[in-house]
C-alpha cells in the first residue's frame, strides 16, 4: 500500500505523536496560546524586560540592541508559526466531539488573522508610535488601513482568549493515553477486521453502532465475528462480490469443508436480501463486456465517464492489436515448472510483454502522457520472471510506471494497461487452478483503457473453460490476433543465446521442441 500524507493523516499512532506536542504541558498549545496573548497584551513590558536582561550580560562588547520594531517582528513571527503548528493539529487530529463547533471555526479564524497580522509586521512600515500604542493595548489615531489592522488585532486577542476560556484538552507526554483519548471519542474508526479486536477494550464515550465490512466476500466467517461482537454494534453493512477472490484457505482440508467461506456469502445463500451496485465506473466498455456477460449475467452498466468517446485511449497508433481489447495468441510458447517445481512459467510469453512494455515506454516518453501499466500473472514464477527480467528499468520514468504481481495481489487494484500473461501452453487443455473463474473475473476487471490477454489458443481452447469462451468471444468480435502480426513481437521468436539474458536453463527449456513452419522459437534482443 502506498501512503501519502493523506492516508498517513488516517493513522492513529501518526496522530497520537502529533497531538503529542500539543499535549505537553510546558511547551503544548495552552503554552504557545498564552505566549502569543502575553505578547499581543504586553509587548512593551516584555521589550523592556528584553533590553534589561541584555544590559546585564557581561562583556565589554558593545551590544547592539534590537529596536521594538525587529523585536516586535521577530517575536511574533516565532510565536504565531508555532501557535499555528499546533492549532492546525488539534484542527485535524483532534476527535470532533473533543471540540466545540465554535472553537473549530474560532481555531480557523484565529490562523488567518496570525498569517495576515504577521505579513502587515513583515512588510509594512509602522511607526514606533504606533506599534507601542498597538502592543500596549492604548488608543491610537492611524490610517485607514493600519485602523482595519488595528480591528484585525484586537479581533485576534479576543479569538485567542475566548479559545483559552473554552478549550478543554488533555495534558499527558503519554503516547498510549493519547491513543486511548482519540478512540474512546471518536465517531469514525477504521481498521483491519483482525486489528479491531483491540477496540473490545475501549470504553467508548458514544457507543458504535454501525459496522462496515468493505471486501466482505473476501473474509472467512470467523474473522468477520471480531467486530460484529464489538459493543453497542446494532446495524451491519457487508459489502463484497462473491464472483471476485474468496478468502485465503491453505488447507485443501480445510477448503473441502468450506471454511473459507464468507459470511456474505453464507447470507447469499440463504437468501437475504442484496443490493446490487450495478454501475461500473472503471472500465471502458469493450473490456467490461465480456466478464460482465460471463460472471454478472449482463446486470452492470457502464458509467457516463466510460461511455464517453474521451475515454477510449489508443496508446500506439496504427497497430490495431494495441486497441482497447485484444486476445494475442503467443502459440509458440511453452509452460515449464520453476527450479523448485511448484510453479509454471512461459519464457515466451515473458519475452512478448517485456517487448509489449519497451514500446509502451517510448510511446510514453515521446507523447509525455502519463501512463500506468500492470502485468497480472495467475502463476508466481511467471511473476518472477517477469520481474528479474524488468529489474529497474522503468523505475525512475518521469511518465511511465509499470507494476507486475499476482492476481491476488492486484485484487482492488487498477491501471490504464493490463497485460495478462495465461502462461499455460500444452497439447490437452489443461489449465490447472486457472479455471477458477473468481480468479479470472479478478484479473479481466483491473483495467481502465485497454486489456491485452496473452495466452496459447489451443490450449485455452481446449480447456472447457471460462478462458475457452473468451477466445471464442474474442474471435466473434474481431479482437483475437496471432503474435506475428506485429513484426516487433514476431522477431521475439528469433533465438539469441544472448537474448534477455537467459539462463543457460531457460534457453534450454525455451527451446525444447519449439519448431513451428521451419521458424524457430526464441526471444527479443532487449537491452
Known sequence: MEINDYVEDAFLENRAKKLLVCFAPLT????????????LEGGVSQYRIYLENEKEKDGEEEIEYLTFESYVRQ??????????????????????????????????????????????????????????????????????????????????????????????????????GIIDYCLKRAILIFSTVCSSFKLHQVEFVEPLELLVIDEAAQLKECEALIPLQLSGVQHAILIGDECQLPAMVQSKVCEQANFGISLFERLSSLGHMKHLLNVQYRMHPSISRFPNAMFYDNKISDGPNVIHKSYERRYLDGRRMYGT????????????????GRSRKNMAEVAVVLNIIKILSEASATTRRPLTVGVISPYKAQVVALQDKLGKTYKNQRYFTVKVKSVDGFQGSEEDVIIIST????????????????????????????????????TLSRSRSVWGKLVEDAKDRGCFYDVDEDERLSNTIILSGGSLRLSRTERMEASKGQFTNGRAVGFLRFP
Open 423 to 458: 502462461v499455460r501452453s500444452n497439447n490437452h487443455g489443461s489449465v490447472g487452478f486457472l479455471q477458477n473463474p473468481r480468479r479470472t473475473n479478478v484479473a479481466l476487471t483491473r483495467a481502465r483503457h485497454c486489456l491485452w490477454i496473452l495466452g496459447n489458443e489451443p
Open 28 to 39: 503544548g498549545w495552552r503554552h504557545r496560546l498564552v505566549s502569543v496573548i502575553d505578547l
Open 75 to 176: 517575536r511574533f513571527r516565532v510565536l504565531s508559526e508555532s501557535l499555528i503548528e499546533c492549532l492546525e493539529i488539534l484542527w485535524t487530529h483532534m476527535p470532533s466531539v473533543s471540540i466545540l463547533d465554535v472553537d473549530f471555526k474560532n481555531i480557523e479564524t484565529a490562523c488567518n488573522l496570525l498569517r495576515s497580522l504577521d505579513q502587515w509586521l513583515q512588510t509594512s512600515i509602522l511607526s514606533e508610535n504606533v506599534l507601542v500604542k498597538l502592543f500596549s493595548l492604548s488608543e491610537v489615531h492611524i490610517s485607514t488601513f493600519e485602523s482595519i489592522k488595528a480591528l484585525e488585532f484586537i479581533e485576534c486577542l479576543s479569538v485567542l482568549n475566548g479559545l483559552l476560556a473554552t478549550l478543554n484538552l488533555p495534558t499527558t507526554t503519554y503516547k498510549p
Open 325 to 340: 481489447y485484444s486476445f494475442i495468441n503467443v502459440k509458440h510458447g511453452r509452460e515449464v515448472f520453476d527450479q523448485w
